[in-house]
């Protein structure tokens, strides 16, 4: 399969969904329902060239176990949704300090730090909001996958693991404590992307366990392979500059492992996770594809 | 009825649910889920002396329609805990930069920005955690609640009434801004407190429709006495300095309409509040009764 396509007609997909979320009308303050400073500052993040990987994640789970239609949308805009907001407050002064996201301005650049935290805010209120909007009659479903969305989010996942990814800069840490940030920061909400496409597609008990060892080892690999960039990638792919891990001697794989042991160890997550889905049939190509070009990517 | 005796009462039973969420244990790292420093921040803003009001109206609308039993609970500590996420983003220096709340150093203050910043985001998404995690059966209407408590604290409600608040700094600003500032920041929530007891406790159309007209009338009363205690409050009561309105040239109503009118609106939406329970038998006393304590407050 061509993944380069597939990958471009459901970015597509997800860009008209979110569009239609934050239509790019010319908001002007309170008629509208929301200030215009607030709802530029969102689309500023939202629509910065982003692969959308967990939307995707999710579509391509949700198709995989055979699920059909449109109902997966306000989940997949709702994960992007949320992985936008965090990376708003990461790039806050007060956490990572970033000027650079994807080649423009960070969002408290252009907007200021006061809009920069409530445009975050605003996104991950949105997400939960649109994730319960529909029902289509599997209320106890989403309840579900909105519940562990949320806790994938929450202190439990990605937020612990920010929090324990900024408390560790500049010290010694050991390994688990680097793959717990790894698994929190980033992991966890790239698995709870693959696991919200198997329950909503209808997927069994058996299938879900298969999916969630697949999600987990491309969650961390994903991981890796961002530190991994981070240290030897072009910054003009990257849209950001690089080696500011080092810089900020930020806990990662490279600087426990070296390079090349993370290549390594990358690759084989990431080899062992499509084994996982070997025992499924042509419906789960999209999924090993996706883990593929997660490794070899260059931003 | 005592009014006092009731508040206390219900305040100890938020309190006992928001213990059991965030249990004061020493909680030191990663084995235990999430860094122990993010989870010291969220317990010292959500057990900082809080009144515990939008809980509380959330249960006494609930019980008021004849709802029964401690499904209100994930929904009141939801509530309280988008409450105080708010607080302590509001309180950050890149917005109001307030050092105290509530007599005690704010969040950040404490904590530094960034485990503030993300203190905030961890609250906020353990609402949602919260109020999906038990369906009781009642799927279809905690998504409903889910959503409208989502909307009523994001880009068109409580987020948007800050955007406006901050960029009203310093301008001249007329009524109607003043007005949507209120609804949006403050009234939004305490009106969503309101009608998620009514429509949990099993309310009717017609029941919604005149607690929503109380819980309008009684969200912004709220704002505007706060704003009240802000000109002449005493600074030993409300636990944070007075007069940082007027410092800021924040858009309020004594600052447009004088304390004196200020004082007679917020009144006069109280009443009216209170006259649209009176179809109601005595299952609604303590809501009214919780109006008049709104007014009276000095703190």
Redesign the interface.
């Given at each position: 399969m061509d993944i380069k396509k597939y990958l471009e007609e459901k970015k597509k997909i997800v860009d008209a969904a979110l569009e239609g979320c934050f239509p790019n009308t010319d908001a002007t303050?309170?008629e509208t329902?929301?200030?215009s400073?607030?709802?530029q500052a969102?689309r500023h993040s939202l629509f910065s060239g982003g692969k959308r990987i967990r939307p995707i994640l999710s579509i391509a789970a949700f198709e995989a176990v055979g699920g059909k239609g449109d109902k997966i949308l306000p989940f997949a805009c709702g994960l992007e949704m949320i992985h936008t907001?965090s990376l708003i407050?990461d790039d806050?002064p007060?956490?990572d300090n970033d000027d650079y996201r994807r080649g423009k301005p960070a969002c408290h650049k252009v907007f200021?730090?006061?809009?920069?935290?409530?445009a975050?805010?605003?996104l991950?209120?949105?997400a939960?909001?649109l994730m319960?909007?529909h029902?289509f009659g599997d209320?106890?479903i989403?309840?579900?996958i909105?519940?562990e969305i949320?806790?994938a989010?929450?202190?439990?996942g990605m937020?612990?693991g920010?929090?324990?990814d900024?408390?560790s800069e500049g010290k010694e840490v050991d390994f688990?404590?680097v793959q717990?940030i790894h698994t929190h920061k980033t992991g966890a909400l790239i698995l709870a992307s693959v696991r919200t496409g198997v329950k909503l597609g209808g997927g069994d008990e058996e299938t879900l366990k298969a999916f969630t060892h697949f999600g987990e080892r491309i969650g961390l690999a994903f991981q890796i392979v961002d530190d991994i960039l981070n240290v030897e990638g072009k910054a003009e792919l990257l849209g950001k500059s690089t080696g500011s891990d080092l810089f900020k001697k930020k806990a990662t794989y490279p600087s426990l492992l070296g390079i090349e042991e993370s290549r390594r160890r990358a690759a084989e997550l990431m080899e062992s996770g499509i084994d996982l889905l070997n025992p499924f049939g042509p419906e789960v190509e999209p999924l090993k594809e996706i883990a593929r070009f997660v490794i070899r990517r260059e931003s």
């Open positions: 303050g309170c329902g929301y200030p400073s607030l709802y969102m907001y407050h806050l007060a956490i200021g730090e006061a809009i920069g935290i409530l975050g805010d605003g991950l209120t949105k939960f909001e319960t909007k029902s209320q106890e989403i309840l579900n909105v519940n949320a806790r989010s929450g202190i439990s937020v612990g920010q929090v324990a900024i408390e688990p404590t717990y």
